[in-house]
């Protein structure tokens, strides 16, 4: 079963951290490439296991968009574009972290692939 992670898109990271810290409790790790991880739960952010992230807005990521945890991108972005959908941006690198790529789904929904790079190390 994948997991299933929230990303909220913002014109100021400092600003929305703020926001969800203080309006909901969330707790937030600053990575230095601007990204922001969270946690609902208030409890420091253990990068591996977040809920989700804040990150600067960009043209595909108007909205929220769902993260979802596959075991190879590059399988399952063949797969969206067979089923109807697109690819928005090409497989990045995200740190020591893992990999992202943005698609489309078949009904025009922004969602995001994500492959740690744990999985990518334990594949070879």
């Known amino acids: 079963m994948s997991r299933v992670k929230f990303e909220l898109p913002a014109d100021d990271l400092a600003r929305a951290t703020a926001f969800y810290r203080d ?16 946690d609902t739960d208030g ?35 063949r797969k969206v574009v067979d ?3 697109a690819l928005l941006n090409a497989k990045e690198r995200v740190g020591d972290y893992g990999f992202s790529q943005y698609v489309k789904d078949s009904e025009g929904t922004v969602l995001c692939l994500w492959e740690s790079i744990q999985d990518v190390a334990s594949a070879t």
């Open 23 to 38: 309006v909901f409790g969330w707790s937030a790790q600053q990575l230095p490439f601007g990204y922001v991880l969270v």
């Open 43 to 77: 409890e420091p952010v253990d990068p591996a296991d977040s809920d989700g992230g804040i990150s600067p807005r960009t043209e595909f990521v108007q909205g929220p968009v769902l993260i979802i945890e596959v075991p190879g991108i590059d399988d399952v972005a």
């Open 83 to 85: 089923a109807g959908g």
